[in-house]
């Protein structure tokens, strides 16, 4: 069965400064790899699609990269906006499977 | 361009209960599917379909759990009767055409089953 893993459970930092969450799988035969923002209250909002190993995608603040056995969503100098729970889900065949997220937590 | 749409928005039932949750995808999405997110996890696939087909649905207590999508358009799911770890939120989303087309996910109905 497909496993997802994040870690840490629970990130705080001080406005501007720079850190990395994790995102480790083990499925037989990865179609994509997804990350998701989720605030409270509300769905999952799409942020990226990798689909191999050494594939970086960025999106203002949010960088996102891909190896064959995990991904790292890197933040650099994160704003209080950024707080939010953070999910990564794989997707094998047609399913995704998610992880239970980071949550973040930025300090202004 | 509207995006997946909820309702109702929250529902506060007694255990042994039924409930219905309503979803109307992005227009033109193929794709439909609904998923369980339990305070603390990640979402899990409860059922996918296509059109108005089942694809997945694995994943789903079909004793007392049951999902439509008559028209290939909204879908409704249904508990009957409510158990008390049913409490969870019931998340919809949808994609253009399944495969590896991204799912793009409404706002949730947060049912608390008491």
């Known amino acids: 069965e497909d496993q997802v893993t994040q870690s840490p459970e629970a990130l705080r930092l001080q406005e501007g400064e720079s850190s990395s969450l994790n995102c480790s799988y083990t499925?037989?035969?990865?179609?994509?790899l997804f990350w998701y923002r989720q605030d409270p209250g509300k769905g999952p909002e799409f942020l990226f699609t990798?689909?191999?190993a050494g594939e970086e995608k960025e999106k203002e603040r949010l960088k996102a990269t891909l190896t064959k056995k995990e991904s790292f969503l890197h933040i650099t100098a994160p704003k209080p906006e950024d707080s939010a729970t953070y999910l990564c889900?794989?997707?094998?065949?047609?399913?995704?499977?998610f992880g239970t997220g980071t949550r973040l937590t930025i300090i202004p | 361009e509207a995006g997946v749409a909820q309702s109702p928005r929250y529902k506060i039932i007694e255990k042994r209960q039924s409930v219905a949750f309503w979803c109307n995808p992005i227009?033109?999405?193929?794709?439909l599917y609904w998923y369980q997110q339990i305070l603390g996890q990640g979402p899990k696939l409860l059922i996918q379909?296509?059109?108005?087909?089942?694809?997945?649905d694995s994943q789903l207590p079909k004793d007392r759990f049951s999902a439509e999508r008559l028209k290939g358009v909204d879908s409704t799911l249904k508990i009957q009767p409510a158990k008390l770890e049913d409490s969870a939120v019931y998340l919809c989303?949808?994609?253009?055409?399944?495969?590896?087309?991204?799912?793009?996910f409404g706002p949730g109905t947060r049912l608390l089953v008491l």
């Open positions: 990798l689909y191999s």
């Open positions: 889900a794989v997707q094998e065949n047609e399913k995704l499977t």
């Open positions: 989303a949808s994609s253009l055409s399944g495969g590896r087309e991204t799912q793009y």
């Open positions: 227009s033109g999405h193929a794709t």
């Open positions: 379909f296509q059109n108005n087909g089942v694809v997945d």
């Open positions: 499925v037989s035969g990865l179609r994509g």
